[in-house]
């Protein structure tokens, strides 16, 4: 399986981006999806998980009503949608699978990784 995460870029505090992960190859069908985040300097972090079915989701708590992680299994396709951005949530964002159905929040579960993309935050 192979991970192509986009969307990321420059905006102002305040503003908002929709970030997309494309899983491409011998794409599962049962694949877990995760977001996570790595900041200059600091260590990767949880930022939101999401079942194969979509119908389970978890968010860093941080973050809660802020992002929406959603899929479109049809398009092999997870977004993250980020409103509000501040500052702090500039880092690069990386999407990653599990070769299970179930979503999980710990890194140490993902079996495929993205490049990243980066997101700048603008005060």
């Known amino acids: 399986v192979q991970l192509q995460a986009s969307g990321g870029g420059l905006v102002q505090a305040g503003g908002s981006l929709r970030l997309s992960c494309a899983a491409s190859?011998?794409?599962?069908?049962?694949?877990?999806v995760g977001w996570f985040r790595q900041a200059p300097g600091k260590e990767r972090e949880f930022v939101a998980t999401?079942?194969?079915?979509?119908?389970?989701?978890d968010y860093a708590n941080s973050l809660k009503g802020r992002f929406t992680i959603s899929r479109d299994n049809a398009k092999n396709t997870v977004y993250l949608q980020m409103n509000s951005l501040r500052p702090e949530d500039t880092a690069v964002y990386y999407c990653a699978a599990r070769r299970s159905p179930g979503y999980a929040s710990v890194s140490f579960y993902y079996d495929y990784w993205g490049q990243g993309t980066k997101v700048t935050v603008s005060s």
């Open positions: 190859g011998r794409t599962a069908r049962n694949n877990a």
């Open positions: 999401i079942s194969w079915s979509g119908s389970s989701t």
